[in-house]
């Protein structure tokens, strides 16, 4: 489908190639032990497992020869980039990258941003990972980084395109231990909530799920939360730049 991913190390082009009746478990597991890196396997993994369950919703299998597939074990990363870093790095970043380091937005968000979807100074994603539509303010700072408006998408790039430029302009820099591009959201968040006091002013413009009940009885968009959250980042950020 459209909608699959494509930076999970060829596996997906490989099951494009595959008859139906070819899909099977050990078929399965040899593919995704054929990507050497393991947290791509396990994003690779949860992408077959969604496919081989749209298959059997509509009867081209029979049953789900995904189920259990054996998961990587990955090493959570705690990696913040400090001002120094920021400083070395932007002259080298694209301006979608300077933009996720201005809003902290993940990267298929910037990736499959659309014009019609900012209206004057405010972003508004209508189709979020946690389901609910995500508003922001943008300050004057994040709104610079954006090119000139046209129709369709803002910046006309795939989201592993994202992921590859960040990893050579930190290489280029000699950034130790190497960043990646979700680094750059962890930044913004760990800066946020030091120039706010608040983790949850961070979750707010980060758009992380509401946690349990609070979830569902708490239907507020935090609007001037988030607002006054990233012009402090901006601004810092701003700081850190000149």
């Not at 014009?115 to 922001?136: C, F, M, S, Y």
């Not at 988030?226 to 850190?240: D, M, Y």
């Amino acid at each position: 489908g459209s909608g699959w991913k494509e930076d999970t190390g060829g596996c997906l082009g490989a099951l494009r190639e595959c008859y139906v009746a070819d899909i099977t478990r050990p078929y399965l597991i040899d593919l995704l032990r054929s990507i050497n890196a393991p947290t791509m396997a396990n994003r690779a993994r949860s992408q077959v497992m969604k496919l081989c369950g749209w298959m059997v919703e509509n009867g081209y299998l029979e049953s789900p020869p995904a189920t259990n597939l054996p998961k990587n074990a990955e090493k959570k990363r705690h990696r913040v980039l400090s001002d120094d870093e920021i400083k070395r790095i932007w002259p080298l970043l694209s301006q979608p990258l300077r933009f996720a380091l201005c809003t902290g937005q993940r990267r298929s968000e910037i990736a499959e941003m659309e014009w019609e979807a900012v209206q004057g100074d405010t972003w508004t994603q209508e189709e979020t990972k946690n389901g609910l539509p995500h508003a922001l303010k943008l300050p004057a700072f994040a709104l610079s980084q954006l090119p000139d408006r046209t129709d369709g998408d803002v910046w006309g790039v795939h989201e592993s395109t994202l992921t590859h430029h960040w990893r050579d302009a930190s290489d280029a820099v000699g950034l130790k231990p190497e960043t990646r591009l979700h680094d750059a959201r962890r930044t913004v968040g760990t800066g946020i909530a030091e120039l706010t006091g608040s983790a949850e002013a961070a979750d707010r413009v980060l758009n992380h799920a509401l946690p349990g009940v609070t979830g569902r009885y708490v239907r507020t968009d935090f609007g001037g939360v988030k607002e006054e959250a990233l012009r402090l980042w901006n601004e810092r950020l701003e700081e850190v730049l000149v």
